[in-house]
């Protein structure tokens, strides 16, 4: 089962910023907190990940709570083309074997940018 | 640079006919890799994981098998298709450091 929660939608104006927050208020202190997004009939997407500090890329910025009970991945200008159904993930990113750090999807946040 | 190829695109198969989708990694070596499905307005479920040759693990149990014949090639096939085996089927490969890299995908619809 995913170890996270996730609003089921969330819409956004073309060019505002997108916030979409995760609560994984079980995650151990060897996880990491993955995002990635699945753009409609593609494979998901790796934007970006962290394990306590903020972290920001040229897609996207993470951050995360003091607690890192919760998190929030944030799309600077939204466009049209960031609508997808975004997954916050939680696992370690050492090699442990078996299937601890396999990735395992929840049901995600659907965003839809709107003009 | 990584790649990873997925085929074919799309297939469409009748019941009980038998299945095979070929996923091969490049510009890697001994990865992990994985097969997906994600049936229709469902979420992406973890069928199988490798971390070696002749290494597979099932996370559930159905009507489809994977094997792992060379380091970067990875193959997931059924003896006989049932209608519950639609869906859109992706590999991907892991560094486990970095994440996960997924192919396009191979939309199969069993008739």
């Known amino acids: 089962d995913a170890k996270t929660t996730q609003p089921p939608s969330m819409d956004c104006a073309e060019g505002r910023a997108a916030n979409l927050p995760c609560n994984h208020s079980t995650i151990s202190g060897n996880e990491y907190v993955y995002w990635y997004r699945q753009i409609h009939s593609q494979g998901p997407q790796y934007i970006i990940h962290g394990l306590k500090n903020n972290e920001t890329n040229e897609m996207a910025s993470l951050i995360i709570t003091e607690d890192r009970k919760s998190s929030t991945l944030i799309l600077p200008h939204a466009t049209l083309r960031d609508t997808a159904v975004y997954y916050c993930i939680v696992r370690p990113t050492q090699n442990y074997g078996g299937s601890q750090g396999n990735l395992i999807f929840g049901k995600g946040t659907k965003l839809s940018v709107k003009p | 640079s990584q790649t990873i190829h997925q085929w074919p695109a799309t297939l469409v198969q009748p019941v009980g006919s038998p299945l095979s989708l070929e996923c091969t990694v490049e510009g890697t070596s001994n990865p992990n890799l994985y097969w997906y499905r994600q049936a229709a307005g469902r979420g992406l479920q973890l069928l199988f994981y490798s971390v070696g040759i002749g290494q597979i693990s099932s996370e559930v149990p159905q009507n489809l098998s994977a094997s792992r014949p060379q380091d970067r090639q990875f193959i997931l096939s059924s003896k006989k298709l049932l209608l519950s085996d639609s869906g859109f089927y992706l590999c991907?490969?892991?560094?486990?450091?970095?994440?996960?890299?997924f192919g396009s995908g191979t939309r199969l619809t069993v008739v």
């Open positions: 991907a490969w892991s560094d486990f450091n970095y994440g996960y890299t």
